[in-house]
């Protein structure tokens, strides 16, 4: 079997990137990165920090000055551990204020210039998937593999409030829906790698799908390149 020595994952917020990243990982053995979690982990820092997330110089200079590690995940999880600054954040990361900061921080475009940086870094050698909103495009343009994952909003914040409710988090299905809309409309909009595919993905619909058949179709997708 044809493998892709380096596998780019896009898509939208709550699409399912992480899961079946990390479950291709696996199959293939390969290190898995979630570069997304990167820019949790800075919105995290600024929030404990205080600074004003639409302070652009401020993030810039914290993302110059912040060290961010990703440990792969282990066992059935497909979130690894993220360390900032050697302090192990994994938890911290999920909480609701850094998700609904993450968009406006992302957009920054020293952020990213910065995360890219390390992001390309952690991408060396061969035998990596790695996944977010720019890595086709911007992070790893010559990627040997780049899919795009698409699916409705309402099948996204469906998802997304279905994992809230798994961990006793208390939130409307209306409010899950409209916070992804603004995120969808941020990551789409903004000036510095824009949330798009990259002009040679191959695009997988995961509407009506669960992980194990999407993860199925991009299996499918590796095989046709034999």
Do not use: C
Request: a negative charge; proline letters at 4%; charged letters at 30%.
């Amino acid at each position: 079997m044809w493998k892709p020595r380096t596998i780019a994952i896009d898509g939208p917020v709550a699409v399912g990137k992480n899961a079946v990243g990390s479950l291709l990982a696996e199959r293939l053995r390969y290190r898995f990165l979630d570069t997304g979690a990167m820019y949790r982990a800075l919105t995290w820092k600024a929030i404990g920090l205080g600074l004003d997330l639409e302070d652009e110089e401020a993030l810039g200079e914290l993302a110059v000055e912040t060290e961010i590690d990703l440990i792969a995940p282990e066992g059935n999880s497909s979130h690894g551990s993220v360390l900032v600054d050697g302090q192990d954040v994994s938890s911290e990361i999920r909480r609701e204020e850094v998700e609904r900061g993450v968009s406006p921080v992302s957009k920054v475009a020293k952020v990213r210039e910065e995360l890219v940086a390390k992001q390309r870094g952690m991408a060396g050698g061969d035998g990596v998937v790695m996944v977010g909103r720019d890595i086709g495009t911007a992070v790893l343009p010559d990627a040997d593999l780049k899919i795009y994952l698409v699916a409705s909003p309402e099948v996204r914040a469906r998802r997304r409030y279905l994992e809230l409710v798994e961990q006793r988090k208390h939130i409307a299905y209306e409010q899950v829906l409209s916070d992804l809309e603004r995120r969808d409309q941020i990551d789409s909009e903004r000036p510095v790698s824009p949330l798009k595919p990259a002009a040679d993905a191959r695009i997988v619909d995961t509407d009506g799908l669960d992980i194990e058949q999407v993860l199925a179709r991009i299996v499918a997708i590796i095989d046709e390149g034999q």
